[in-house]
């Protein structure tokens, strides 16, 4: 089992930054792959980013060069940097889990989800 909880969305002007984090806890220790996703009113949701446990990750290509996905496996924490935002970044954004490798598998552990807004 594992728990997720996002934290630092919120309303952001137009070209700004945003960081999220996403703090794991449970049996988060082996081949694993830690996401970002979002959701925006009225559409279905969407990959972001991803890293898996040895820290290679991927991007869509809407956020590729803008937005950042690193992990602290001290803090077994996960981040989203967010740079140069635009409106239609706004939605809510989940953190999800799975084991295994990126290719594999479906995510099985989600957070609860956090709201960024980007105002233009």
């Known amino acids: 089992q594992v728990q997720l909880v996002e934290s630092g969305g919120r309303l952001v002007q137009a070209g700004g930054s945003l960081r999220l984090s996403c703090a794991a806890s449970?049996?988060?220790?082996?081949?694993?792959?830690m996401a970002w996703f979002r959701q925006a009113p009225g559409k279905e949701r969407e990959f972001v980013a991803a890293?898996?446990?040895?820290?290679?990750?991927n991007y869509a290509d809407s956020v590729k060069d803008r937005f950042t996905i690193s992990r602290d496996n001290a803090k077994n924490t996960v981040y989203l940097q967010m740079n140069s935002l635009k409106p239609e970044d706004t939605a809510v954004y989940y953190c999800?889990?799975?084991?295994?490798?990126?290719?594999?598998?479906?995510?099985?552990?989600w957070g609860q989800g956090t709201q960024v807004t980007v105002s233009s």
């Open positions: 999800a889990f799975k084991y295994g490798s990126t290719s594999s598998g479906r995510y099985e552990y």
């Open positions: 449970g049996r988060t220790f082996g081949s694993h792959v």
């Open positions: 890293i898996n446990w040895i820290s290679n990750t």
